[in-house]
Structure formats: C-alpha cells, structure tokens
C-alpha cells in the first residue's frame, strides 16, 4: 500500500475493515459494516462513496458478483465527477482476462490506463488474519497461488495528476515481489 500511496497518491482503500486497512493517517477506507466500522474511522460501504476527486486502491472480495458492483460503482463514480480520480484495482488475473478483458464486458474501456499481471507465486499478499490467530504475525505473508491482475482506471485529469509511468508500476510490483527499498509489502487478502 505504501508504494502505491507513495507512487500513484493512494489516499484510501475502497474495500477495507478496521484490522486490514492501512495504517496511516490521513487515510480514507470504506467497510462493509459501517454501524460498527464508522467508529473506527469508516467511510462506509463502497457503494455509498462518491468521491469527487482522489487516487484510492480497490481490492474487492474476490467473486463475481462483487467484482460486476465493483466495476459498476466506479463507473458511476466517474459519470457524476470531473474532478481528477484514479482507482488501482486489483483483481485475480484470471478473472479479469476471462470475464472482463477478453470479452469486452468492461465498458470502461476508455478509462482504463494500464494492466499489470503479476505471476502466481511471484508476488505476496499479506496474511491479514493476525487479528484472529495467535499463530499469525501482522506482518506473515502468502505466496499468491494465481495471477493478480493490477488495472489502473483514471480519467484524463487524473492520468495527468497520476501518471502510469514504467517506473512507477515497476516500485509498485516490486513491493509485491516482496523488493522492499522503503516500500513495504502491498495488500492483505482478508
Ligand atoms: C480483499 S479484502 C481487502 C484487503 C485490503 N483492505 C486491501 O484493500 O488490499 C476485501 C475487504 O472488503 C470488505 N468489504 C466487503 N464488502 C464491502 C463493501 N461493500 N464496501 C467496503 N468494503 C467491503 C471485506 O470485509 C474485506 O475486508
């Protein structure tokens, strides 16, 4: 998360809680259980968020109904502001090539800066259950067992705002890789 806070302003995740949101502040995260999460600092369910303006991260529960809302929500997003936004969307790569890339289904085509596949059993996603295991530390990650696919969707003040630049992403997915430098390692999988 750091790496994309300190490589595309990341300000907020749109798919969080309060044990597997990152851990700075100022930061805006949404949750699926805002009556409790909103004392934590919540926004809210995603789909009650309208940003008008900002750079955010979307990991979504990985199922197909929830990545159709998912796509759904942003591009609604995107119809009612002007304002400069980009989302990082991160999603099994499979799932993105079979039912959105490859089949056109995605209409916001347009809006769609660039892809990243990254390899299953090259990048690391963060445990996140420390919360309920004893046997977990906070910092334990998983080997991912499939490919991730990262989708930049910015529209055009955003892209200017947040260029998708080589060297940018490649921090990005390095951090995945578990490369460090002063980034550290990217996403829990909660
Ligand atoms: C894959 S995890 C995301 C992990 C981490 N926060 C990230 O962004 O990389 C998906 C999270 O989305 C939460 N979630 C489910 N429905 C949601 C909704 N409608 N709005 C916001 N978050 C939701 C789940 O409870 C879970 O914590």
Same mark, same amino acid.
């Given at each position: 998360m750091k790496a994309l806070r300190d490589?595309? *302003? &990341?300000?907020?995740?749109?798919y969080a809680s309060p044990s597997n949101?990152? *851990?700075? @502040?100022?930061w805006t995260f949404c949750s699926a259980?805002? @009556?409790?999460d909103g004392w934590f600092g919540s926004s809210g369910s995603f789909f009650n968020f309208w940003p008008i303006e900002g750079s955010f991260e979307c990991n979504p529960p990985f199922s197909v109904d929830a990545v159709d809302s998912m796509f759904a929500h942003i591009k609604e997003i995107f119809s009612k502001s002007s304002g400069s936004l980009s989302f990082c969307v991160i999603m099994p790569g499979n799932h993105w090539k079979k039912f959105y890339r490859d089949t056109g289904r995605e209409d916001l085509a347009e809006l769609i800066r660039h892809e990243e596949i990254l390899e299953m059993g090259e990048h690391l996603y963060l445990t996140g259950n420390w919360i309920n295991s004893a046997? &977990?530390?906070?910092k334990d990650t998983w080997t991912a067992n499939m490919d991730t696919a990262l989708i930049w969707i910015q529209n055009a003040s955003g892209n200017a705002k947040w260029p998708v630049d080589p060297e940018k992403v490649t921090n990005v997915t390095k951090a995945f890789r *578990?490369?460090? *430098? $002063?980034? $550290?390692t990217t996403y829990t999988n909660i």
């Open positions: 490589n595309f *302003g &990341v300000q907020g995740e749109c949101r990152y *851990g700075v @502040e100022p259980y805002p @009556e409790t046997e &977990v530390e906070e *578990g490369i460090h *430098g $002063d980034s $550290d």
